[in-house]
C-alpha cells in the first residue's frame, strides 16, 4: 500500500497520541492503528472510484429506457448489482490490520497480501471504466451485446477478488491477484 495513506493518517494524531507514542511498547499500537486507519481510507477511495462507475451505468440505463432500447437495460442492471454490490462489500470490509481485541487476527505478511488484493482492486477499477467506455461507444452498433457481456464479466471479476481478499483475512486460501 501506499504509504501516502498511512503519512495522512499519522500526520492527524493528536497531541495526546503523539506524546504516548514515546512510551515503549504503545508506539507499536499507535502504528498498527494508523495502519487500520490508512486500509480503511484506501478501500474508501475504491470504493468510492466504483461508486462513480455505477453512477455511469445507471446514467446508461436511463439513456436506454428513455430511447426506447429496453432490451440491453437487463444486461446493465446485472453489472450495475454486482458492481454496487462490490462498492458495499469494500465499504464494509473487516479492517486491514487487527487491533488488540479483534476476533480475526492479521499479521504482516497478512497485511501485504490484503494490500496487494487493494491495489489490484484498484486497477480493476480502471478496468471496469473502460468496459464503460466501451459500452458507451457501442451503443447503436453490433457490438453492444459483446461490450454488455464483458462489462458483465469485468464486474464479477471485481467481486472474485473481493472474495480472495476476504479468504486472506479468514486465513483459508492464498493470495491469487
Given amino acids: ?39 480503511k481510507l484506501l478501500r474508501d477511495t475504491v470504493a468510492e472510484r466504483f461508486e462513480q462507475q455505477w453512477g455511469r451505468i445507471s446514467a446508461l440505463q436511463r439513456e436506454f429506457i ?34 488488540l481485541f479483534d476476533a ?16 489490484t482492486m484498484l486497477g480493476l477499477a480502471d478496468e471496469v471504466g473502460r468496459a464503460v467506455d466501451n459500452v458507451e461507444a457501442s451503443v447503436g452498433s453490433e457490438g453492444l451485446p459483446a461490450a454488455l457481456r464483458n462489462l458483465i464479466t469485468v464486474t464479477q471479476q471485481c467481486i472474485d477478488v473481493f472474495d480472495r481478499r476476504e479468504e486472506v483475512i479468514l486465513g483459508s486460501g492464498q493470495p491469487q491477484a
Fill in 104 to 119: 480475526v487476527k492479521i499479521n504482516e505478511e497478512e497485511l501485504t497480501r490484503i494490500y496487494e488484493y487493494d491495489a
Fill in 1 to 39: 500500500m501506499s504509504d501516502q495513506f498511512v503519512g495522512k493518517v499519522t500526520s492527524d494524531l493528536d497531541p495526546f497520541k503523539k506524546i504516548l507514542s514515546y512510551i515503549p511498547g504503545f508506539q507499536g499500537y499507535i502504528e498498527r492503528q494508523s495502519r487500520r486507519d490508512a486500509d
Fill in 66 to 99: 428513455s430511447s426506447g432500447d429496453i432490451a440491453y437495460v437487463d444486461d446493465l442492471e446485472a453489472a450495475a448489482i454486482k458492481l454496487r454490490t462490490f462498492a458495499d462489500r469494500i465499504r464494509r470490509a473487516t479492517r486491514g490490520y487487527s487491533g
